[in-house]
């Protein structure tokens, strides 16, 4: 025990080792996105550890993590998390013989109990996307922009990690029509989806002045508050704060990206759209599977997003 103890004092006092540990188990990740939640996770968690005397990794110090979570007001959800991300370096940490596998199966043990049932989700009635596309209505560069996100978001349904990588390129005629192709999703599956009409028009008033003033191949990039344009793409956290802006101050209550999501699955759905269609855009696991075994295509001539009828 004393020897792996040591082990663990000496990763923790270490920087560099303790880096290299983080990054082991984040860079089995395949999905960006996913990349990111491990790499917070995990960095939370030993800034918390070398903080405290602690001496060695044991249930007793996991369990006493947990419950600082839940003290500082983590979800339920989100603690979940955090263990299951625990559980991929406790293999690490067997692996290198930092823990032995008693220890290990002891840390497999531990349990923490979800919440019962389903959070209430939020998504947008069609008269509030509506509300905030036509508020979004200004020839303000940085407006242009978010009003194209935000469209691009209610008709496509595309995730925010997949829309800051959004390329020129990707934009193309398909059946007939315009929509964004090859894009990369979780655990790596690609997908194409078709652009509604009213998304397009948004995005055509963005393009028309980004490819005049645009650094980056991407369709999307960053403008600084004095309205200089940046020189890198706009990230997943600057699209949140879009979103998250605009619904406060023009709906009065604050939506996030995945909940624009939800709410073109939902509103396309109610709509009349058929549902694996839907499923199809959204680019869920489970339908990789339905097309391989049925080889489904997807109907691009009547999409989704088609049956939202925005005005703008």
């Known amino acids: 025990m004393y020897i792996i103890e040591s082990n663990m004092a000496i990763i923790a006092e270490n920087s560099s080792d303790l880096q290299k540990m983080v990054m082991s188990v984040v860079n089995q990740r395949q999905n960006q996105n996913s990349r990111q939640t491990y790499y917070t996770a995990l960095t939370q968690f030993f800034n918390w550890y070398s903080a405290g005397d602690n001496q060695g990794i044991t249930a007793e110090i996991i369990r006493e993590y947990l419950l600082y979570l839940e003290n500082s ?33 002891d840390l497999l043990e531990i349990k923490f109990k979800r919440q019962i049932g389903q959070r209430h989700k939020t998504w947008l009635e069609q008269e509030e996307v509506q509300k905030l596309l036509n508020d979004l209505n200004s020839e303000k560069m940085s407006i242009v922009r978010d009003r194209a996100l935000i469209a691009i978001m209610t008709g496509c349904g595309l995730r925010r990690f997949e829309i800051s990588d959004l390329k020129i390129t990707q934009m193309k005629q398909v059946q007939g029509r315009w929509a964004f192709t090859d894009i990369k999703g979780k655990g790596d599956r690609y997908r194409t989806v078709a652009i509604p009409e009213y998304a397009m028009k948004c995005l055509e008033g963005w393009l028309e002045i980004s490819k005049t003033v645009g650094k980056t191949d991407r369709i999307f990039f960053s403008i600084r508050k004095n309205g200089e344009i940046g020189n890198t793409m706009i990230t997943p956290q600057g699209i949140r704060d879009i979103v998250a802006k605009h619904s406060r101050n023009i709906l009065d209550k604050q939506i996030l990206p995945h909940d624009l999501r939800r709410t073109y699955a939902q509103l396309s759905y109610k709509a009349g759209a058929p549902l694996r269609q839907v499923q199809l855009s959204l680019g869920h696991s489970s339908i990789r599977t339905t097309e391989i075994y049925l080889g489904l295509d997807q109907d691009l001539t009547n999409a989704p997003g088609d049956y939202l009828e925005i005005n703008v």
């Open 73 to 105: 007001g983590k979800s339920k959800a989100t603690i979940s998390t955090t263990l299951s991300i625990l559980r991929q370096l406790f293999k690490d940490l067997r692996r290198l013989e930092v823990i032995d596998e008693k220890i290990y199966n």
